[in-house]
C-alpha cells in the first residue's frame, strides 16, 4: 500500500515568515493533493498535482510536484496566523482518483 | 448552506450501543466516503461508496457498516460500539475527477 510521510510533523513560525511542508510518497504519486484543516473541522481541498515538475499556487501558497512524481512540498510565503491549522497531503494508488490515502498530517502555528 | 452535512457533529455513547451516523450532499456527486481521524494515525478510509448499488470496503471496515439510501445520503452505523471507536469521523464526496469534498466531522465518544 501507498505510504505518505510528511514532514515536520509540526512547525512554529513567526508571522511573516516563509514555510515549506514536504510529502514524500513510497511509491510513484499519480495524483497528489493537498488539504487543510483548522483543528476539528473539516478538510478544505487546496491543490491537486498530477504531472511531474507541475507548479499550482493559490495566493500565498504553492504546492510542487517533483520530476519524479515522490514528493510534494507546499510552501506559504509571508505566513499569516489564518495560515494556522494542520496541512495533509494525500494521494490515490496507481491510476485511481479515489481511496485516498493521507500523510498523518503536520500542525502549522503562526505566532502573529 | 453546507455541501456536505454530518450528523451528529457530537456523541457521547455507551460500550455496546449501536450507533449510525449520517452524512447528506448536495454537490450532485456520485462517490461517497466515510474516514475516521485519530490522534497520531491520520485519516482512514473505512468504507467507499461509487454508487447506490456499488458500496467498497476500506482500510478498516471491521466494526462497521454502511448503508448508501440515496446518491445524496451515506450513513455510517457502529452494530455494537466500543471505546476504541472513539474517533472524529468524517464523510465525502468526489465526482470523477477526484477532488474529494468534506464534511465537518462528527466527534464520536464511546465510554
Known amino acids: 500500500s501507498q505510504e505518505l510521510e510528511q514532514s515536520p510533523q509540526s512547525l512554529i513560525v513567526q508571522e511573516g515568515k516563509n514555510l515549506t511542508i514536504n510529502c514524500t510518497s513510497s511509491?510513484?504519486?499519480?495524483?497528489l493533493y493537498w488539504y487543510k484543516q483548522k483543528y476539528g473541522e473539516g478538510l478544505i481541498f487546496l491543490m491537486m498535482?498530477?504531472?511531474?515538475?507541475e507548479e499550482k499556487s493559490h495566493e500565498k501558497i504553492t504546492a510542487k510536484l517533483d520530476e519524479k512524481k515522490q514528493q510534494s512540498s507546499l510552501h506559504i510565503t509571508a505566513s499569516q496566523p489564518s495560515h494556522a491549522g494542520i496541512y495533509l497531503c494525500?494521494?490515490?494508488?496507481?491510476?485511481?482518483?479515489?481511496?485516498?490515502?493521507f500523510g498523518k498530517g503536520t500542525l502549522l502555528t503562526v505566532n502573529p | 448552506d453546507a455541501d456536505v452535512t454530518q450528523t451528529p457533529r457530537n456523541r457521547i455513547t455507551k460500550t455496546g450501543k449501536r450507533i449510525m451516523l449520517e452524512c447528506s450532499q448536495t454537490?450532485?456527486?456520485?462517490?461517497m466516503y466515510w474516514y475516521r481521524q485519530d490522534p497520531g494515525l491520520g485519516l482512514r478510509l473505512i468504507y467507499y461508496?461509487?454508487?447506490?448499488?456499488?458500496?467498497n470496503k476500506g482500510e478498516i471496515s471491521d466494526g462497521y457498516s454502511v448503508s448508501r439510501q440515496a446518491q445524496a445520503k451515506f450513513s455510517l452505523s457502529l452494530e455494537s460500539a466500543i471505546p476504541n471507536q472513539t474517533a472524529l469521523y468524517f464523510c465525502?464526496?468526489?465526482?470523477?475527477?477526484?477532488?474529494?469534498?468534506f464534511g465537518p466531522g462528527t466527534r464520536l465518544t464511546v465510554l
Open positions: 511509491k510513484t504519486l499519480y495524483g
Open positions: 498535482l498530477q504531472k511531474g515538475g
Open positions: 454537490k450532485g456527486h456520485d462517490r
Open positions: 465525502a464526496t468526489s465526482d470523477f475527477r477526484g477532488e474529494q469534498f
Open positions: 461508496s461509487f454508487d447506490v448499488k456499488d458500496i
Open positions: 494525500g494521494a490515490a494508488p496507481g491510476g485511481s482518483n479515489y481511496k485516498l490515502t
